[in-house]
Structure formats: C-alpha cells, structure tokens
C-alpha cells in the first residue's frame, strides 16, 4: 500500500503536464447507435461555464446501466453521439469562475448526474457531482468505491436499521453491489451474512470478503439450506438486487419483522409480491435507488458516499476489482460484464 501511495504522489507531481489536453482533442468512446460497439474518438474540448469543472479522468467504472444503455434498453436513453460512464476519478484540470468547492490539480470522485461522459479522457461536470479527496485515495479504488457502496450504506444502515449480530442474506454476492453490501454488512455492522452466489470461485470469493456461509442458488434448495444455517428463526435483512426467481425464493426465508431491500433488477424480472405475502411474517420491502436519493434528499445521498470514502480510508472496507481494461479495450470490458465473467468492479485505466 505504501508504494503504491508513493507512485501516486510521484504521478502527482508530474501532473502539470496533464494540462496539456486542455489545448488539444481528447480520446472518448463514443455510442454512435444503439446495439452497436463503441467507436474511440478524438473529441474537441468545450469552453467551460463558470460552473463547470474539467477533470482529467483517470479511472472509470463500467456498470451494467452503461451496459444497458449501449444496448438501447435502458430507461431514458440518451441522444446520440453519447459518451456513458458516470462512476470516475481523476484530477482536476480546470474550474469555471464561480466555482470554489473543488481546486485546480485536486483528486476528486465522480458521480455524473447525467449519467455520462466518464468513458473520455477527460469530463467536464459541475463541483455538485464531486467529491475532493485525499491524495492518498487511489484512482482504482476511487473510481469502484462511490456508487455501490454508498448505495448499499443507504440500503443497511438508513433504510434497515442493520444491527451488529443481524443476519443479512445478499443475492448475486459477488456481483458490485452485492460484493459491496457483504463487506459493510460483516466488516462494518459486524452481521452474519449468508451471500448467495453462483459457482464456487464466486464462493471463495465472498467467503474472504467475510460471508459466514456463501450459498448456491437452486430454487428447490434455497430455504432449505437457510434454515441448515439459521435454524428456525429465518433471515433479519435480505439484500436483493436481482428480481426474478432469486427474490420470490429469498423472500421465503426472511424472519419474523424482517426486512427486504429492492436494490435493483439483474435478472432484468420484475417480481410482482402479493402484499398477502407480507402478513405471514410481519415483514417489510424496503424500494432503495441512489439516483432517487440524489435527486429527493442530496444531504443524504452526498454523505452517504462521504461515509463510503471515510471507512475505506479507515481500513474497514475494500472494493474489489476483477479486472482493469485500457480505453480501447471499453467493448472487451463491457462484455466481459455481460458475459457474468465479473466480481466486484470492472474499471477503464485510461491513464
């Protein structure tokens, strides 16, 4: 950890050649139509507005709302030519005249609230979509931190009111978001977490990352396997960012007053619960969306992604990334995604 600090002060300190892409085209991927690969471009640097900031990306998340988006099935598409990525980190080239939250040559994360433009070499966004942190904060790690693991503190600590002791089951646990609410539910909350994932690599995976027990899917074997571990008394919180078949299953387990998080819809199925189903048990679904928050209470939605950065500066969590691809490799990355080849985060190194 030491040396890798070190090589980042060391680029640090050779930054202000960066400046140099403030006078020159810059390389992005580029959606030119729907279904169709990305096309790496020289763009033309646009003047800034005097509340705009130009930030020279040096890491960016792919994530499966870029993915969909590429795809033309996601809600909302954008007008193309359209350059996704949202998630990144980098260093700040340049600030509009009325900006004052973030300096010139400052480290920063990134969530773009337009829900692009991180797939580039460079990004201009506005001082609300930054968040400055300290030197010592690795790129990568800036860059796979924000989004998951904000959304899951939302969803364990706000909206479930988690518990040291709780069981947590989490659904595609070794997926960005689930590998995300394993960590803060076990190093953070200090939870019994049982992760349900699909092979047993996957397994290993989020049994180092500290699942009591990591389970296999099988519709027939689901609760059954739970009761093994819990015994009787079921499941305090389950984490479902998946739908389908895995949330009408998980919901079979939750416990007495327990609590169902909606984090999200991999399995691209949107289950449909009989609110007959809650009385059995006592329990409640819990909606969670970072984007909501963002827009509906942004206090909440900013400090939750300032908690994210403190405990990771702490020690307490660690994203995982599982693999890094150059700006040119963005398709190979996007279908290493889709083909659920993933765990953890996938980034760009576009340095």
Known sequence: MALR???????SAVRPLSCLQLARNYRAAVLTEFGRPLQVQDLEPKALAPDEVRVAVYNCGVNASDILTCQGVYE???NL???PGFEFSGEVLEVGSEVTAVQKGGRVIGLQSSGSGGFAEQIVTTAADLF??????????GAALADTYATALLGLQRRAALQKGDTVMVTAAAGGLGLAAVDLAANVFKCQVIAVCGTEDK??????????AALGFHREHLKKKV???TGLKGIKVIFDAVGGEVFEEAIKCVAHEGKVIVAGFASRTVPHVATSSLLPRSFSLIGLSLRHYREADNAVFRQAVLDSIELYESGLIAPHISAQYPLEQVNEALSFISERKSTGKVLLDIR
């Open 81 to 83: 030519p359209f350059v």
């Open 227 to 229: 009761r093994d571990v």
């Open 203 to 212: 397994a290993s995976l989020v049994r180092e990352k500290g699942a009591f």
């Open 5 to 11: 600090r070190l090589a980042g002060n060391l680029v």
């Open 76 to 78: 909302n598409l954008p």
């Open 132 to 141: 400055p942190v300290d030197n010592s904060l690795e790129f990568e790690a």
